[in-house]
């Protein structure tokens, strides 16, 4: 699998392209703007597009979506349900953020803990991961051992709770009890920065390491 990450909007988010080598089939993860940049991305790796794969529905990941899916005529795949609400308001967060208009849309699927998606003839697994937003979903390619976790956890943070449906307790169970234990050498791209490992955040970060207790 071929990986390239796009930073786009002011917030930086790290738009994903995942391209499965042997077929150059592509999936953009979380396509929250600039889309002409994604779009030269996607001609660089030579890659087709198959689907739009989201974490969550906050307008710095999803607010690109329904623009790049009409104009590549690709379906949207995830979050989870409990996110609908956001996708809802993804004009009035594009008003409140000062982003260019988003439009609301409805996924073609929604996506459930066990749950997998494929791309070419990568199969990656879906965790439900909420605490960040309630349908939160992490896409893990065991084969790879690679997780884009969204903004679950960062490089020595973990994301906000304090938009709303967010819970801090919710969060810290994500990570302990469901990324924590798919094995400290699982490196995973977040949402916002560097990448890191699920190894090295179990070491030292402040907000969820083993050490905290």
Same mark, same amino acid.
């Given at each position: ?7 786009? !909007? ?107 998606? !494929? ?9 439900? !991961?909420?605490?960040? !937003? ?80």
């Amino acid at each position: 699998m071929s990986v390239a990450v796009v930073p786009v !909007t002011a917030f930086e988010q790290n738009c994903t392209i995942l391209m499965c080598q042997e077929t150059q089939q592509a999936a953009i993860v979380d396509p929250g703007g600039d889309l002409p940049r994604v779009r030269s991305q996607l001609e660089k790796m030579g890659a087709k597009p198959v689907k739009i794969l989201l974490t969550h529905a906050h307008i710095d990941h999803a607010g690109g979506t329904a623009a790049l899916a009409r104009d590549l005529d690709i379906p949207v795949i995830g979050p989870q349900k409990e996110d609908e609400f956001w996708i809802q308001s993804l004009p009035q967060q594009s008003m409140m953020f000062g982003f260019p208009k988003a439009e609301a849309f409805t996924p073609d699927q929604w996506l459930n803990d066990g749950d997998t998606v !494929t791309v070419g003839k990568v199969t990656l697994q879906v965790i439900h !991961t909420p605490g960040h !937003t309630p349908g939160h979903v992490v896409f893990f390619d065991p084969n790879a051992k690679l997780a884009l976790v969204g903004d679950v956890i960062f490089n020595g943070s973990i994301g906000r709770t304090d938009f709303p449906r967010g819970n801090f307790d919710e969060l810290v169970a994500s990570i302990r009890g469901k990324l924590f234990p798919l094995g400290d050498d699982i490196e995973f791209i977040c949402g916002h920065g560097p990448n890191s490992t699920f190894g090295k955040e179990r070491q030292t970060n402040p907000f969820v390491s083993d050490h905290r207790g």
